[in-house]
């Protein structure tokens, strides 16, 4: 009987482990309005979130084994549909917020950042 607690206790603890690396569908940590593309898993610790009389500001990394085009492509169509104007390649505008995309790494080791601040 302890054999088997010990068993499944460590199989849970594996599975909560895998699913922390697990990328999570829906939006950005701190949005409900940015989404987060398939493929993409936010970076543990990596979010700064402050809302302001002026305005929510929100800072977050997400990182995967995506291209730059390919995630370019993705936040260009899908804010589009949110109500977000894009105003260069790596900017958008909505409603008095303004989103900026930042990349680092290579093609297939991509980091994402995501800055949201009022205009």
């Known amino acids: 009987m302890t054999r ?8 849970l603890g ?3 482990a ?4 697990t990328p999570a569908p829906g939006f950005v940590p701190g949005t409900e309005d940015v989404p987060l593309m398939p493929g993409l898993a936010t970076d543990a610790g990596s979010d700064l979130v ?9 800072e977050i990394r997400a990182h995967g084994a995506l291209t730059r085009k390919a995630v370019l492509a993705f936040y ?8 977000w104007h894009e105003t260069d390649e790596r900017h958008f ?7 900026s995309l930042d990349f680092n790494g290579s093609d297939g080791n991509l980091q994402v950042g995501f800055t949201l601040a009022p205009q």
Do not use: H, M, W, Y
Request: aromatic share 2%; glycine share 8%.
């Open 4 to 11: 088997a607690l010990i068993l499944a206790a460590a199989l």
């Open 14 to 16: 594996l599975s909560t």
């Open 18 to 21: 895998v699913l922390a690396e």
């Open 50 to 58: 402050f809302d302001k009389p002026q305005g929510r500001i929100v």
């Open 76 to 83: 260009k169509e899908s804010l589009k549909q949110l109500g």
């Open 93 to 99: 505008q909505r409603e008095g917020e303004r989103l």
